[in-house]
């Protein structure tokens, strides 16, 4: 095994023998000593090694995996069916990767110490490339330039990569010991953050809006191998924030009750008050003597005409 990369539900695992397992995490958890580890898919296409693989950050189905390889090719996946969405050649070989937050792209490190962005999405694209299947066969050439270090730097290989969580700043670990920061916006390099005067291999970006923890372990219950299931056991260390907006997004439709409120609203009359009906009274009033001035005058002004004409 090779390289790794995880969601809170399936991990992908890349091997030199250039194949990509797709895990189920709850099943790599269980207890249950008689089921055996088996992954649930294997996405096979790349013809040598696997050097890095990297999840998208949808929580759907359609989720995509992007892997790298030694025969110089990037290729997106749909990793819950398995399918193969995009396959990008290089000109060099690519070690590390870095989706987009909004996984419009991915970008490349490579041997030579550059980097390079493999965009998904045209700007005059009316669907996804990566979902339109008359394309999906067809490798694509990344012609996009890579972004390059000065030539006194020495950066050595990319070994690994990172952005940041508007995908404005990107970091580069080297074998030269230093890390580098590019600005994706001008695509190109902007300065040495660091020289750790040793290889660096891995680099992790943390999120400026960490999720906040709602529940704590009251007890810690040491598990039985032999006994598949066991008691877990929390508490609440705060109150579950839920309002209208929160119910309307985490649910898989319109929930029941804002749909029957809105029904209602249909089909309930409208009753209007006595103030408003005086209102309304006034304002009909007001645009009936409008109309018969406008009537009056040109009733005037046709007369005016005539007797012009004669």
């Known amino acids: 095994m090779s390289c790794v990369a995880a969601t809170q539900s399936h991990l992908?695992?890349?091997?030199?023998?250039?194949?990509?397992?797709?895990?189920?995490?709850?099943?790599?958890?269980?207890?249950?000593?008689?089921?055996?580890?088996?992954?649930?898919?294997?996405?096979?296409?790349?013809?040598a090694a696997i050097t890095a693989v990297s999840l998208g950050h949808s929580g759907s189905t359609t989720n995509i995996c992007v892997s790298a390889s030694k025969d110089n090719t990037v290729i997106v996946w749909n990793y819950h069916s398995g399918a193969l969405l995009r396959t990008f050649l290089l000109a060099l070989t690519p070690l590390c990767l870095a989706i987009d937050p909004c996984d419009r792209g991915v970008f490349i490190g490579f041997e030579d110490g550059s980097v390079q962005l493999a965009e998904f999405i045209q700007p005059d694209s009316k669907l996804n490339p990566l979902y339109d299947t008359n394309i999906q066969t067809t490798p694509?050439?990344?012609?996009?330039?890579?972004?390059?270090?000065?030539?006194?730097?020495?950066?050595?290989?990319?070994?690994?990569?990172?952005?940041?969580?508007?995908?404005?700043?990107?970091?580069?670990?080297?074998?030269?010991?230093?890390?580098?920061?590019?600005?994706?916006?001008?695509?190109?390099?902007?300065?040495?953050?660091?020289?750790?005067?040793?290889?660096?291999?891995?680099?992790?970006?943390?999120?400026?809006?960490?999720?906040?923890?709602?529940?704590?372990?009251?007890?810690?219950?040491?598990?039985?191998?032999?006994?598949?299931?066991?008691?877990?056991?929390?508490?609440?260390?705060g109150q579950l924030e839920s309002n209208r907006l929160n119910q309307a997004l985490e649910s898989p439709g319109f929930p029941p009750g804002m749909l029957e409120e809105a029904i209602s609203r249909f089909s309930t009359p409208v009753v209007a008050s006595s103030s408003e009906?005086?209102?309304?009274?006034?304002?009909?009033?007001?645009?009936?003597?409008?109309?018969?001035?406008?009537q009056a005058l040109l009733k005037k002004m046709l007369s005016k005409q005539s007797k012009q004409k004669a």
């Open 140 to 237: 694509v050439q990344v012609t996009a330039p890579p972004f390059v270090g000065p030539s006194e730097a020495g950066f050595g290989p990319t070994h690994c990569i990172g952005l940041n969580h508007d995908g404005t700043k990107l970091l580069t670990g080297h074998a030269s010991g230093k890390i580098a920061q590019w600005d994706t916006a001008r695509q190109c390099f902007s300065t040495e953050v660091s020289d750790l005067n040793a290889p660096v291999t891995n680099i992790f970006m943390i999120s400026p809006f960490p999720g906040k923890k709602l529940t704590k372990a009251a007890t810690v219950v040491k598990p039985k191998l032999a006994e598949g299931n066991y008691t877990f056991a929390a508490q609440l260390t």
């Open 12 to 47: 992908t695992s890349g091997s030199e023998d250039s194949n990509i397992h797709v895990w189920s995490i709850p099943r790599l958890l269980s207890l249950t000593s008689t089921e055996t580890h088996e992954p649930l898919r294997t996405l096979a296409y790349h013809r």
């Open 277 to 294: 009906d005086e209102k309304l009274r006034k304002d009909n009033e007001d645009l009936r003597k409008v109309v018969s001035e406008q």
